[in-house]
């Protein structure tokens, strides 16, 4: 199957500096990928749609210049937490479709951890 | 857009036994709809799925069943391992090209030996 990696896997950082998170699509073309974020024993809520090329579209309430959203490939979508604080602490995680388009693969998850 | 109602939240279940979690959504426009595992500190891992013009499908000890006039779906899980602790999401999406899985809140499945 599709296989969608992440890095790093965890990352703890200070508050006020910015994070950068890699979302990867291994074996297949991925133009269009979606971030998540996931609050301990909560669902997944989608943040933004990332498209290759092009603007990513994001869900109301979710900050654009704080999240910052590169696709610059066909395989690589970049989530950029800038001037992180306490409260952007979660489980991020990004997902791609694969071939068949509605199936949608995930990678295996970014924990931040802001101090 | 689209909600997702996920129940129950948590599953308690003997090993052996049978699990059912049920989810309801509310666009009519959804026609694909996967079932996720997740385990602790892991991304969702897709277990079955469905589409609008099944209305059954079945991997071994999974099922899936899908109402469509109802707008409800059902995960069904036989002969229940501890392995089969976790947390597992249901989600529709419109199958088109882009959109965004809408998941339910989770249910937490606990098999005990």
């Known amino acids: 199957g599709a296989v969608v990696s992440q890095h790093p896997s965890r990352v703890i950082c200070k508050s006020g500096t910015s994070v950068k998170i890699e979302c990867r699509s291994l074996?297949?073309?991925?133009?269009?990928m979606f971030w998540y974020r996931q609050f301990p024993k909560q669902s997944l809520m989608l943040m933004a749609t990332s498209n290759e090329g092009s603007k990513a579209t994001y869900e109301q309430g979710v900050e654009k210049d704080k999240f910052l959203i590169n696709h610059a490939s066909l395989t690589l979508s970049t989530l950029t937490v800038t001037s992180a604080h306490p409260e952007d602490s979660s489980f991020y995680i990004c997902?791609?479709?694969?071939?068949?388009?509605?199936?949608?693969?995930f990678g295996p998850g970014t924990r931040l951890t802001v101090l | 857009g689209e909600n997702v109602e996920q129940h129950p939240s948590t599953l308690s279940v003997q090993e052996g036994d049978s699990a059912v979690i049920k989810c309801t959504y509310s666009d009519s426009a959804s026609n694909y709809f996967p079932w996720y595992k997740q385990e602790l500190g892991k991304g969702p891992q897709l277990i079955i799925d469905?589409?609008?013009?099944?209305g059954e499908k079945k991997d071994q000890r999974i099922a899936v069943t899908l109402n469509k006039t109802a707008k409800h779906f059902s995960l069904h899980i036989t002969e229940t391992q501890p392995e089969d602790s976790a947390v597992y999401f249901c989600a529709a999406s419109s199958n088109q090209a882009g959109t965004a899985l809408i998941f339910g809140k989770g249910t937490t499945l606990s098999v005990s030996s």
């Open positions: 074996d297949f073309q991925a133009t269009t």
């Open positions: 469905i589409r609008s013009n099944v």
């Open positions: 997902s791609a479709p694969g071939p068949s388009m509605d199936t949608q693969y």
